[in-house]
């Protein structure tokens, strides 16, 4: 029993803004797009822009997107998109963007719905007046294909976040491989690494089905084979297009089959350490491939079946582990958190801290096997000695 959901439509490739206007205009005639500073002087925003009035949509804009949205962010552009009564958002961005725009979408189609309540288990009541176009601009969120919304901020003190509901899962996601290929290196790295550590954790995930099963293997096999290759060529748009596809099924796996302690990890390190997520959740990766293998039958079961299909499809008989460690060291990427300044005692001076953050975190629940205290310790302890 699940559900399982999607966006309704997805297109992709070079000419992927012009399926999108031909899509569009079934819906309306007034285009809201939701963005940042970024983005606009990168050009994208013009472009997207250009694309609807030149087909004749009256369109309005922001760029106030926040790097990390918080609530008030998404109430503030919200205020200025109902006056202008959008009968389509579209964002065009980073995870940041899209999960503004989810946010938008949720206050123009109810207005009177309390953002810090949005969860798979309360009804919202969007797409009756208004579509959601996501045009991700790099390749790892997922957040064009997830029905999950990052946004947080400071209420009397505590944190508050929200959560994720099949409802806000966009109308269409756009693949359009020119966007990604702006991106540099280390965020092509990082990103794509977080879309692989996506996909690895669904495959394992406790309530993985065949249907995210299959979205996940296929995904961490184009990364394998693709992501080291796009790294060299970054604007060759064959390869930029199948790493923006990956990135978006290991999206659709994770949204339907829930992530794991490694996600749970990095959300409580990243920050306080002040590293990217994708880079972060990337170099704890394979320690918690390593103790899932080791506790759980039907992890394990897992990670052979995608071993034997890597093995047969990129041709290189390698353990899984193995084939981590070879992708990481192809694109230097850290095996261990000392490199980011994080040593045993640090572990163990923040202790409290990290214990609380892992252990609260919503997408622990989704691990195969629910680790103790000390188990997320030694898995820690690891990572900072590099003891793969
Ligand atoms: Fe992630």
């Not at 290991?250 to 339907?256: I, P, Q, R, Y």
């Not at 163990?348 to 609260?360: L, P, T």
């Amino acid at each position: 029993m699940g559900i399982f959901a999607l966006p309704r439509l997805v297109v992709y490739g070079t000419e992927a803004l012009d399926l999108m206007i031909e899509e569009a205009k079934m819906f309306g005639e007034r285009v809201f797009i939701v963005s940042d500073r970024v983005i606009e002087k990168l050009g994208f925003l013009e472009r997207v822009k250009r694309a609807f009035e030149d087909a004749g949509f009256l369109v309005e804009f922001t760029v106030e997107v926040e790097e990390e949205p918080s609530f008030s962010n998404v109430e503030s552009i919200a205020r200025r998109a109902s006056q202008f009564k959008p009968d389509i958002i579209v964002a065009i961005g980073g995870g940041s963007v899209i999960d503004a725009a989810k946010g938008v979408w949720v206050r123009l189609e109810n207005p009177g719905y309390d953002l810090y309540g949005i969860s798979p288990l309360e009804r919202i009541g969007v797409g009756k007046k208004v579509r959601l176009i996501a045009i991700p601009t790099t390749s790892g969120t997922g957040s064009e294909a997830t029905f999950g919304i990052v946004l947080s901020e400071k209420v009397d003190g505590k944190r508050k976040y929200a959560l994720g509901s099949y409802e806000i899962v966009p109308w269409m996601a756009v693949l359009h491989p020119e966007f990604p290929s702006s991106m540099p290196r280390s965020l092509t790295i990082g990103t794509g690494l977080d879309a692989l550590a996506h996909a690895l954790e669904a495959l394992v995930s406790s309530t993985a089905s065949d249907f995210t099963d299959a979205l996940a293997v296929k995904s961490a096999e184009i990364i394998f084979s693709e992501l080291p290759r796009v790294v060299e060529e970054p604007k060759n748009l064959d390869l930029r297009g199948r790493i923006h596809m990956a990135a978006m099924m290991a999206g659709m796996a994770f949204s339907n089959s829930g992530l794991g302690l490694a996600h749970a990890i990095a959300h409580t390190l990243g920050p306080m350490l002040g590293v990217h997520h994708g880079a972060i959740v990337a170099s704890i990766l394979p320690y918690v491939v390593k103790f899932n293998s080791e506790r759980s039958e039907g992890a394990a079961g897992k990670y052979r079946l995608l071993e034997r299909v890597l093995n047969a499809v990129l041709g290189q008989e390698m353990g899984l582990l193995e084939r981590i460690v070879d992708l990481y060291q192809t694109l230097g990427h850290p095996l261990d958190l000392e490199s980011y300044g994080c040593s045993l005692g640090w572990i163990q001076d923040n202790r409290d801290e990290i214990v609380a953050g892992v252990f609260s975190d919503p997408d622990l629940g989704f691990n195969p096997v629910l680790p103790s205290e000390e188990d997320v310790l030694e898995v820690l302890n690891r990572a900072v000695e590099g003891r793969i």
